[in-house]
């Protein structure tokens, strides 16, 4: 007997969450001894506090071991009842928990859509064919007697052992957070597993906690989703340390209870290869300068309309900016760059966004122009050759606006919308400064490899080219404009943090 990965996101999670309990590295390693301790585990936790109220979010109320039918601990029955009520659990534990040895035959030769081996042979439900499953066993899937959507109109999915089992298991690898319980499915099954593994360490403390403290609920994830999940990916690809290939992941926040929900998030191959570099090498500092200005801000006091001391030691922020604007990658790439390496506020969101604080003035350090460049080639996917070409021209405009004290320009080249009135304000510096004994500073094919598709033709990004040589330019004038803040394109005072955004 040995048990793999199928593809499906669900059952995929269950099967690592499998092998993260029997301690071992691969599904294949898992042996029939693991199962069994597996079943026994399920059997004496789910039938009491706080699984068994936790559950029913993957499960509903109608799963084997949360049915009120079926509680032999229920106050005020009578032994005889409780004997009944016993024996009817433990008969739907085991054709919930054991099919998965050397399993019968099914009547009609019914395959498992997951695995391809032998549907189980008995019944989950007192109203499904033997050898299917419904909501009550996979969750997000229809109820027992709806017949919509099944081939043939015949409730229920045929489901083996196996399946069975990783699905009952499967919600002990997920984090309870947002909607409901957040289950992480990626294209390589070694980060499916560290993902699962992870989460299964948080609830087996959970679990324990709870029944030690005798509390009936499971505590929740503080972080909203998208951030929880940013962050433990990150601290898992710190310990796996690059060594696997770059890959997408998709994440499943559900609640199959009495209001089912369900909002997926995906992260695509850039985006995470991104991730990897930045949180190491040369880009480590920078990246997380980045991060910690980006978490979410104490609110403000009704009263006094400030934060207290204790609000600023205190709050534990529930989600990082930085890390939500991530999954919009690479759509938003224009506006993420403008937000988190140009800082210019969006005034879209509340004063607890540390947005409504951002500044020019002593914003880059070490390193900050690596971290863009790494932005640009992992997620723009921009040719190493325009990215020189940008660099070079910042670096150029950057000595012209020293040496010739050019604020006026430095101001107009931030603000100008207009692509021709932008051309010809380049034109205007590269023939001041080659009046004032220097080289150019830009050839036409250097101006047309950045901002233009041919002659008289704006690149769709131009403005993009343009705030990223702007950015050039801020790393190479930091000590200029701390001498001179009035330079700045835009409002820079404390005042600006606290203003509302204008309607």
């Not at 936790?54 to 029955?77: C, E, G, I, R, V």
Request: proline content about 7%.
């Amino acid at each position: 007997m040995q048990i793999d990965y199928t593809g499906h996101p669900f059952v995929d999670v269950g099967i690592a969450a499998i092998t993260a309990f029997a301690e071992k590295q691969h599904p294949s390693e898992v042996t029939a001894d693991d199962l069994a301790k597996l079943a026994a585990y399920i059997r004496e936790h789910y039938v009491r506090p706080p699984l068994r109220g936790h559950l029913t979010m993957a499960f509903t109320s109608n799963a084997w071991f949360s049915q009120d039918a079926y509680n032999p601990y229920k106050p005020d029955l009578s032994a005889e009842e409780q004997t009944k009520r016993t024996q009817s659990l433990n008969a739907w534990a085991n054709r919930h928990l054991q099919q998965w040895q050397e399993p019968e035959h099914h009547p009609d030769d019914e395959t498992c859509i997951f695995t391809g081996l032998p549907a189980v042979a008995e019944a989950l439900s007192g109203s499904l064919k033997p050898g299917r499953a419904a909501r009550s066993q996979i969750p997000m899937l229809q109820s027992d007697g709806s017949m919509n959507f099944f081939t043939e109109g015949i409730p229920g999915l045929p489901i083996s052992g196996q399946a069975l089992l990783a699905l009952q298991f499967f919600p002990l690898a997920c984090a309870k957070c947002g909607v409901g319980l957040l289950a992480v499915h990626a294209d390589q099954p070694e980060l499916t597993y560290a993902f699962a593994l992870d989460f299964w360490r948080q609830n087996q403390q959970h679990i324990l906690q709870a029944q030690q403290a005798e509390e009936t609920k499971m505590p929740g994830a503080h972080r909203s989703p998208r951030t929880l999940l940013i962050e433990t990916l990150l601290k898992i690809e710190e310990r796996r340390k690059q060594e696997e290939e770059p890959v997408s992941l998709s994440a499943y926040n559900f609640n199959n209870g009495k209001s089912p929900s369900l909002v997926i998030y995906h992260l695509p191959l850039e985006t995470i290869d991104f991730l990897q570099h930045a949180g190491s090498g040369p880009y480590r500092d920078a990246w997380q300068r980045l991060v910690q200005e980006n978490w979410e801000r104490p609110p403000k006091s009704k009263s006094t309309g400030k934060r207290s001391a204790k609000q600023e030691t205190t709050f534990e922020p529930r989600r990082n900016y930085l890390y939500e604007d991530v999954f919009e990658l690479p759509h938003n790439a224009a506006s993420f760059l403008r937000t988190y390496f140009v800082r210019i506020p969006r005034r879209t969101h509340a004063t607890t966004d540390p947005e409504w604080g951002y500044t020019l003035r002593g914003r880059w350090g070490s390193g900050s122009w690596s971290l863009l460049e790494l932005f640009l080639r992992k997620v723009i996917r921009m040719e190493q050759a325009r990215i020189e070409q940008i660099r070079t021209l910042g670096d150029g405009l950057a000595v012209y606006v020293r040496q010739q004290g050019r604020k006026k320009f430095f101001r107009s080249f931030f603000n100008e919308r207009s692509p021709w009135k932008f051309r010809g304000l380049l034109i205007r510096a590269n023939v001041n400064h080659v009046k004032a004994g220097n080289p150019p500073l830009f050839t036409m094919d250097h101006y047309i490899d950045i901002f233009e598709e041919a002659e008289e033709m704006m690149r769709p990004d131009w403005q993009l080219a343009r705030d990223l040589v702007m950015m050039r330019m801020i790393e190479q004038l930091q000590d200029w404009l701390q001498q001179d803040p009035d330079i700045l394109p835009f409002a820079d005072t404390e005042e600006n943090e606290d203003a509302e955004p204008s309607s």
